[in-house]
């Protein structure tokens, strides 16, 4: 099922195939997909890559590696976090078929069917699906501009039985919520779940995406605030700062979880692909990161900034947004009640699609908000379709 | 943990990690790993690969892909698999991170806690670790030289209750037991499965890798000898004819069981690897592959036939095998009641590491059978490390 498909799924059947057809257009302007724009991949430093590549490189490319990663990546990816400031030598760090394995291993290792797990409201579709394959219990928490909200989450964990197995959030450049967590709500976070035994999952995959290199300081993971405090199972991507298609990501996490998570891992696809993490490892050792994610932070902000503008321009006051200040995703606030399927729906007639709000509520309900996502059109485009996703709200709302 | 931790599993902490420090080092012979031999993977053929790829390749192998797969490798592994006689246009083919991948897939769309499963005794220890990753109950029926024992496979059909929810084999070149699987016990699976309602899961990855030519015929797959009868969920892969560290497999399943597949799939990684994908790709479509099977069979053979005499000519007559004639294994069958585990320390203290038998038993426990894969190692090392072997089991059994 794509995110489109699930993001229609209150419509009719016939209604669906048929704005799925028109979705699929190569017409359509998307601002629903997670994904880079084609043109912004490093084309150039996969050539020297590839070029630079021994006899010997390309045959570890080709052949199995260790579950937890090929150990030059290891290291590499290793050094890259601890520039962070995370204690890569205090965890276990293992590299996965994408952020999103690392979730689902997480998952696997966490969950038994019926176990309750924290969440925000909204959240990322991805771990939704993963914490749900395994029969999880999804308790949501509302999210505010600043992180999420902590007097829900104090009475949340007061009277969550059994207690939670963990609680997963999205720190930085929420998606899809396009928002940073304060310093004050992190701290505060830390201060709840001390001596609950009660660990977070930190998927951090947008922050090296910022549009002001100010905003570094307060993106500060847990393990660096609070390095010897509650267990933190940390995930990142390689996904957002060189090629999803790839599918290389990460977790960095505490020894005994570390232990089961490898024999999940084991047994879900032995180990990563090899050929990516080689290739990776030379993105990493070469600099090139630094290099690439100084371009595509630039191309995401002027991106970004003119979506901005064109909401600022085109919507109607009703509607609200927080401003993003880096990633990828902009959430709209539609009038209480709003179903922005319908949106959607006159959205798509007029040529333009995105993402409704319900597909990122753990619930699957509450659908009067909606995600745009800015990452993957340039700025014509997004000067073209912004008025046209105004248009449709107009018409459903006023 | 690696496939040789588990074969020692029987040993104490203190003497395993003695023997991991020994079998780690790079003097040993190693006749344990299911891999291919690093010198024998297709670099030339991945630089012209890489060399012809255009722009928009490029940016197809850095983005993500359908969950299913990329359309292009989808087609070309269609023509492919549809030479070989097996139905592509009455199931779904999906591409998956590995053939391993596909099997822990039909695992979580197959088991729920408790449920039973058939397997043969032994069986790939991979598939056993998917399916009692998702807890099933695994009932074991003993493999023949020519196959699943039918008798047996008849007797525990009738007495397993609830019944089964699938049975997993592997039909050709089998790992470990090296056999392939004979016309009549084929027919036979599939009459005794007729109107059961129980799906096979055919897992045949080392089909392509036969000594003699003549043997083709003989190894036809469940869906081309009875294309309208039971479900078969038919997995394979890339990792044995152009490298596993590209972690690309398949399977082509009956449409309502692809269904429930793909939305697994879609939580556990979002989709395989596309840069492994855009290569494979091409690798089928420019007809690589043929020239490098071809290739790789003889190799293949020659390691395999000079094992065969090594064994012969070495082991005492008490230990007996099946000669393959294909694959990457063979299966000693040692006196009854032998602890392989204490042939095995032996060995690695001569500088010597195989498989015990007991890694491959369902139940683990069978001990009196080991593998050694010749796959890995050239003739000389082969010539070399037989003896050693021999003098191993001879110091054990006498």
């Not at 219990?137 to 009475?155: A, T």
Request: glycine residues 6%.
């Amino acid at each position: 099922m794509t995110r489109f498909a699930s993001s229609v799924s209150a419509l009719r059947s016939s209604e669906i195939r048929d704005l799925m057809k028109l979705a699929a257009s190569p017409d359509i302007i998307s601002f629903s997909g997670g994904m880079p724009g084609n043109e912004l991949f490093p084309l150039d430093m996969m050539d020297k890559i590839y070029d630079s590549l021994t006899d010997k490189d390309k045959q570890i490319a080709m052949q199995y590696g260790p579950t937890s990663g090929l150990p030059m990546l290891l290291e590499s990816l290793s050094d890259y976090l601890e520039k962070k400031g995370l204690p890569v030598k205090k965890n276990r760090l293992m590299v996965t078929t994408g952020s999103l394995q690392a979730i689902n291993i997480l998952a696997k290792a966490f969950i038994d069917p019926g176990d309750n797990v924290l969440v925000e409201s909204p959240s990322f579709i991805g771990a939704l699906s993963a914490f749900r394959s395994y029969e999880a219990n999804i308790i949501s928490v509302p999210l505010n501009s600043d992180g999420i909200d902590i007097e829900q989450l104090k009475v949340m964990l007061e009277s969550t039985q059994p207690k939670p197995k963990f609680l997963y959030f999205l720190p930085n450049f929420h998606n899809p919520a396009g928002i940073v967590y304060s310093q004050e709500v992190k701290q505060q976070m830390i201060d709840l779940l001390r001596d609950k035994d009660i660990p977070l999952i930190e998927d951090d995959v947008y922050s090296d995406l910022y549009f002001y290199k100010g905003d570094v300081a307060k993106m500060k993971n847990i393990k660096t605030i609070d390095p010897e405090g509650i267990d933190v199972c940390f995930t990142g991507s390689f996904s957002k700062i060189l090629g999803p298609g790839l599918r290389l990501g990460w977790m960095l996490v505490p020894e005994h979880i570390y232990q089961k998570c490898e024999l999940i891992k084991q047994s879900i696809d032995a180990c990563s692909p090899s050929l990516s993490q080689v290739i990776a490892d030379k993105f990493l050792r070469n600099g090139y990161i630094q290099e690439y994610t100084e371009n595509v932070r630039l191309e995401y902000k002027k991106r970004g900034l003119a979506m901005i503008d064109a909401l600022e321009k085109h919507l109607p006051e009703y509607v609200s947004f927080e401003k993003p200040r880096g990633g990828f995703y902009i959430w709209l606030h539609l009038p209480k009640g709003t179903d922005s399927t319908l949106i959607l729906k006159k959205a798509i007639e007029k040529g333009v699609v995105f993402v409704t709000g319900k597909t990122f509520d753990p619930n699957g309900v509450k659908n009067d908000c909606m995600r745009v996502s800015f990452c993957n059109t340039d700025v014509d485009v997004i000067n073209k379709g912004i008025p046209i996703v105004a248009e449709a709200i107009r018409e459903v709302c006023g």
